[in-house]
């Protein structure tokens, strides 16, 4: 699988998930809390620079 489809399927199985009911109440409790928001936002943020470090280590750099 080349690394487009994967990302695609994984946003549309996050998309998915986010229309499930149980899923959309943890993230109105999560919203509601703000301690547990920020733990959240962090959480989220340090996913997103490692999945962007494992994308790199797949691609590759590109020259400049």
């Given at each position: 699988?080349?690394?487009?489809?994967?990302?695609?399927?994984?946003?549309?199985?996050?998309?998915?998930?986010?229309?499930?009911?149980?899923?959309?109440?943890?993230?109105?409790?999560?919203?509601?809390?703000?301690?547990?928001?920020?733990?959240?936002?962090?959480?989220?943020?340090?996913?997103?620079?490692?999945?962007?470090?494992?994308?790199?280590?797949?691609?590759?750099r590109r020259p400049s």
């Amino acid at each position: 699988m080349s690394a487009i489809r994967i990302a695609v399927t994984v946003v549309g199985a996050a998309i998915t998930m986010s229309r499930h009911p149980a899923v959309r109440a943890g993230i109105n409790a999560v919203a509601a809390n703000p301690k547990a928001r920020e733990t959240a936002i962090s959480v989220t943020r340090s996913a997103a620079y490692n999945a962007g470090v494992i994308a790199r280590h797949i691609v590759g750099r590109r020259p400049s």
